[in-house]
């Protein structure tokens, strides 16, 4: 069975930092390219970033770009994403996903909280 | 560059259909066949319904149909039940500069 667990979420003061982590299992990790997608409070979906199967490319929304970073370690199973410059307009709840083709995600996590706020 | 166009609610009674539009340009939903959909319960992580337009994945019944044409898709629940009732997201591969373009979602309402 695919699961797909994340963590690290937590309140965090603007410009502060944080890392959420996204454990992998019930499928072979180093074979599929993977996503974040968040959801502010009462909002809609919104794609964060990507990563190849191997690491070696990353996609950021412009939204993120310079702050935010992906990463993956195919060893141990576990996607990272590295939050920097924390704005308010982060908060959300943030969800891995795996990709099952280019841009079709297909198992989601339960998604973890950030909150941004002083 | 912004995201797809949903209308906010749709509703149906139990039994019948409800479509939902996803409308997009020729960029992103009407350049690819990319084009998904997703069904998110209050609380719950969202749940591929589709995926390159018209394709279920397993599991998913097949009361819930797609289609795509030129800039715009389509998602079509046949044989509304209540718990069908959950907010549909369609979502679109925008090519590698922009990636991944979500809808702002629908609302679907059993009567």
């Known amino acids: 069975e695919v699961q797909l667990v994340e963590s690290g979420g937590g309140l965090v003061q603007p410009g502060g930092s944080l890392r959420l982590s996204c454990a992998a299992s019930?499928?072979?990790?180093?074979?599929?390219?993977m996503y974040w997608v968040r959801q502010a409070p009462g909002k809609g979906l919104e794609y964060v970033s990507a990563?190849?199967?191997?690491?070696?490319?990353?996609y950021y929304a412009d939204s993120v770009k310079g702050r935010l970073t992906i990463s993956r370690d195919n060893s141990n199973n576990a996607l990272y994403l590295q939050m920097g410059s924390l704005r308010a307009e982060d908060t959300a709840v943030y969800f891995c996903?795996?990709?099952?083709?280019?841009?079709?995600?297909?198992?989601w996590g339960q998604g973890t909280l950030v909150t941004v706020s002083s | 560059q912004s995201a797809l166009t949903q209308p906010p609610s749709a509703s149906g009674s139990p039994g019948q259909s409800v479509t939902i539009s996803c409308t997009g340009t020729?960029?992103?939903?009407?350049?690819?066949?990319?084009v998904s959909w997703f069904q998110q319960h209050p609380g719950k992580a969202p749940k591929l319904m589709i995926y390159?337009?018209?394709q279920r994945p397993s599991g998913v019944p097949d009361r819930f149909s797609g289609s795509k044409s030129g800039n715009t898709a389509s998602l079509t629940v046949s044989g509304l039940q209540a718990e069908d009732e959950a907010v549909y997201y369609c979502?679109?591969?925008?090519?590698?500069?922009?990636?991944?373009?979500f809808g702002g979602g629908t609302k679907v309402t059993v009567l």
């Open positions: 390159d337009g018209t």
């Open positions: 019930g499928f072979t990790f180093s074979t599929y390219a």
């Open positions: 979502s679109s591969y925008a090519g590698n500069n922009v990636f991944v373009l």
């Open positions: 020729s960029s992103d939903l009407g350049g690819y066949k990319y």
């Open positions: 990563i190849s199967s191997n690491g070696g490319t990353t």
């Open positions: 996903a795996r990709g099952l083709k280019l841009a079709t995600l297909d198992y």
